[in-house]
């Protein structure tokens, strides 16, 4: 963020509609701003029809012989829709050139992708779906083998692969529409701050499948609220286990 933008923003930080108005109309005319080139010192690989999604997870295996991806060869113009899937899997061999499908999933949006990672410490792989009621989470092997079916979507996995935070995909969607996912059900609706069970943030123990609730939106907006709170639609997202796998962040 620039000084200037840095400067509009503290001017509009309490006005969120207005805010997000105008971030839409700079973004919109960035669309019109020339693109540099890409240069690079090393060798860049291109591939087409692939992308991976957020800086916040590693798509690299252990050994560094695959790569996680996305591949979708629709329009990548739209935001996904109920039905619109992608497929995902992993690059291998030389120069990361061939693609081992891991199968398809209905639950994706182009910043962070289906929730695309690796399972610390194993062979598996961890992606968010739409079984066609509800989101969920699907733990597969590099065959492509489901060995578990999560009955919430995840955020993040914790190192060494043995927990993942879960919130709901749905109501982010009404919230931040290009980090939700379509499909599945937000029970709360138009509460603004929903205070039901089962609202907020869940940590599962991937081995076992539980989950735990750990707070719920309303417990979290009344920890020191600011007044430009007040009538805001509230939601979580963006988690994220610190190295140490014992604490984590989260918006």
Avoid at 4 to 20: F, H, M, Q, T
Wanted: hydrophobic share 40%.
């Amino acid at each position: 963020m620039n000084s200037l933008e840095r400067a509009i923003y503290d001017l509009l930080k309490n006005n969120p509609k207005l805010k997000n108005r105008i971030r839409d109309i700079y973004q919109l005319a960035l669309l019109l701003v020339p693109v540099k080139k890409v240069t690079s010192k090393y060798p860049l690989v291109f591939r087409e029809g692939y992308f991976y999604g957020f800086h916040d997870k590693i798509p690299f295996s252990a050994d560094d012989k695959m790569l996680l991806a996305h591949r979708y060869f629709g329009d990548d113009n739209k935001l996904p829709g109920t039905g619109d899937q992608v497929e995902v899997g992993y690059l291998y061999g030389p120069d990361y050139l061939e693609f081992k499908s891991l199968g398809k999933t209905a639950a994706w949006n182009w910043t962070q992708g289906a929730m695309l990672q690796w399972v610390d410490g194993t062979e598996q792989v961890i992606f968010n779906d739409f079984d066609g009621e509800q989101h969920v989470a699907r733990i597969v092997n590099l065959e492509g083998g489901e060995l578990k079916e999560l009955p919430y979507p995840v955020g993040a996995v914790s190192p060494g692969g043995s927990r993942a935070l879960s919130y709901n995909f749905a109501r982010l969607r009404r919230g931040m529409p290009g980090y939700g996912y379509a499909g599945g059900v937000d029970p709360d609706g138009d509460v603004l701050i929903p205070s039901r069970k089962g609202s907020g943030l869940k940590v599962i123990d991937l081995e076992r499948g539980r989950s735990e609730e750990l707070f719920t939106v309303a417990d979290l907006a009344a920890i020191k609220p600011e007044a430009s709170m007040e009538g805001a639609f509230h939601y979580l997202t963006h988690c994220l286990f610190a190295p140490s796998g014992e604490r984590f962040v989260f918006f």
